[in-house]
């Protein structure tokens, strides 16, 4: 069965710091892969998506960039986090690039910019 | 343009009560889809149901029953004899094809026993 990881599960940034985000899938190939933000306020923002190994499709620009080094590996980065950037990332999987199929989410990181 | 409304923000609720959780979406596509997902205090999203335009069946699973009804635009989520494990947000989500999933507000559930 497929599992989807991230980590860390939590974190607390100053402004201006760095940031890295992982996400990894596991048992299945070649998944597509997407990056969400849940600001306070619950509502779902799709920040990144990615039908492949360096393809990446960013649907708001921001600080924030994605990378996609391996099949099932998607990092979330920004050099430099702006207390905007607060909020909670949830990486998602779908098997196809079709945006109707179902996308299984992760556990999701709590970030907190001070 | 699509959207979705999930209009109660909360509700609150005593376990073995039925709640019906409302969703009404909108678009001029004639295919689409329409998801719910459960969203726990630990917060990771749990998908519970997709469900195409052309299947308007209902569908039952267990406690948890789905309305689909297009001619209201509507897929209502109903719980029966609700437990203090349902509290959650609860999110419905439109996708057409082309465009990112989207999502409604989401429904805050409060389960007390």
């Known amino acids: 069965s497929q599992t989807i990881h991230q980590w860390p599960a939590t974190l607390v940034q100053p402004v201006g710091s760095p940031l890295s985000l992982e996400c990894t899938v596991e048992g299945t190939s070649n998944p597509n892969l997407y990056w969400y933000r849940q600001a306070a306020g619950r509502g779902l923002q799709l920040l990144f998506y990615?039908?492949?190994?360096?393809?990446i499709s960013s649907e708001v620009p921001q600080n924030l960039s994605a990378s996609r080094p391996q099949d099932r590996q998607f990092i979330l980065s920004s050099k430099k986090l702006l207390l905007s950037d607060s909020g909670f990332y949830l990486c998602a999987w779908s098997v196809t690039a079709v945006s109707t199929d179902t996308q299984y989410f992760g556990p999701g990181t709590r970030l907190t910019v001070l | 343009a699509q959207k979705v409304t999930q209009a109660q923000t909360e509700i609150s609720v005593v376990e073995k009560e039925d709640v019906t959780l409302d969703c009404v979406y909108e678009?001029?596509?004639?295919?689409?889809?329409l998801f719910w997902y459960k969203q726990p205090p630990s917060g990771e999203l749990v998908f519970l149901i997709r469900?195409?335009?052309?299947?308007?069946q209902n569908e039952i699973s267990g406690r948890y029953s789905w309305n689909f009804q297009k001619s209201t635009s509507s897929f209502n989520f109903t719980i029966t004899a609700s437990q203090v494990v349902d509290s959650a947000v609860y999110f419905c989500a439109l996708s057409v094809r082309g465009t990112a999933l989207i999502f409604g507000k989401g429904t805050t559930l409060s389960v007390s026993s």
């Open positions: 990615s039908v492949g190994i360096g393809q």
């Open positions: 678009t001029r596509d004639t295919t689409y889809y």
């Open positions: 469900r195409n335009s052309f299947d308007e």
